[in-house]
Structure formats: C-alpha cells, structure tokens
C-alpha cells in the first residue's frame, strides 16, 4: 500500500474517532467509513473473511462482555460486605 493512502486511512480513523468523542457524532461516523472504505478497497479478501465470521465475534464478544459484567457485580457484592464489616467493627470498637 502507497504512503499517502496509509496516511488517508489512519488520518480519517483517527480525526474521525476524535471528532466523534468530540461529539460529533455524524461527522465522526462519517470519516470513520470513508477510512475503512479505503481500507477495504486495498484488501477485499480480508474484509470478507471478517464479514463471514462476524456472527461468531460477535458471540464472543457478547460472552467476554457477560463475563464483565458478572464479575463486576461480583465485585460490587463483596465490597458491600465488607464495607458492612468494617462498619460493624467500628461500631463495637467504638460503640455509640
């Protein structure tokens, strides 16, 4: 791939991401597809195979982010506890 056409991707990605977290939604969104549409043009073969097996990211991703967040509730559970704890302990300690 040439220099000035990796530099029109990444630049578009990266102005798009930016303008996007910006708030900017549309615009963003826009550059962002002009990027990977350039992209894509220069390796079809490989868009293709992330085209055939997106059903199957998108499980995984699904299952990594259940995961998450099961363990995130888990955390929070604990640090309930605990914190219930802490606070029975300094209640005896130090009574009222």
């Known amino acids: 791939m040439q220099n000035w056409k990796k530099a029109v991707i990444f630049g578009s990605l990266g102005v798009g991401a930016a303008v996007a977290i910006t708030g900017r939604k549309p615009i963003g969104l826009a550059l962002m597809a002009g990027g990977l549409a350039l992209l894509a043009s ?6 293709e ?30 640090a309930g506890r605990r914190g219930m704890a802490v606070y029975q302990d300094f209640e005896q300690e130090y009574g009222r």
């Open 42 to 47: 220069e390796y079809p073969e490989r868009f």
């Open 49 to 78: 195979d992330v085209w055939e097996n997106a059903p199957e990211y998108l499980n995984r991703g699904m299952q990594i982010f259940a995961a998450l967040n099961r363990m995130s509730e888990r955390l929070a559970e604990e």
